[in-house]
């Protein structure tokens, strides 16, 4: 999951997020963070993604059948001075996406320092 804002200050955050026992919490946690360190050393597999720029795509599509899309694009176009155009080149864009570019993405923003971990535990009876 993701949420972007450029207002008052421009950001991006991704979220992972799981629900499991609390036995099993450090086990995920950590093949969450060997899957994050697998990204930044080399990059996303070519089949995976594939699989998340097609998944994107149909995504897409689906949403420009919506009104709710168009409203939010119009909106956002007012509000942040956005050019609506860019709607027409998203799949371009998209497929634009290489391993090398995800892996540098990754490297920049997933880093030790780039994160909070929190668990939620059942009270204590």
């Known amino acids: 999951m993701n949420r972007t804002e450029k207002y008052p200050n421009p950001k991006y955050q991704v979220f992972v997020a799981f629900g499991c026992s609390p036995k099993n ?5 950590k093949t969450v963070f ?3 360190g697998k990204i930044n050393k080399n990059g996303p597999t070519l089949d995976d993604l594939n699989k998340v720029k097609e998944t994107m795509i149909r995504e897409r599509e689906t949403m420009l059948k ?3 899309f168009w409203l939010s694009a119009i909106e956002n176009s007012y509000y942040y001075n956005d050019d609506l155009k860019v709607i027409n080149s998203y799949v371009e864009d998209i497929n634009s996406i290489t391993i090398d ?12 320092e780039h994160y909070v971990k929190v668990v939620l535990m059942p009270e204590k009876k």
């Open 101 to 112: 570019d995800v892996k540098a993405v990754a490297n920049k923003y997933f880093t030790k």
């Open 66 to 68: 919506k009104n709710k």
């Open 34 to 36: 060997n899957e994050v």
């Open 25 to 29: 919490v450090k086990k995920l946690a």
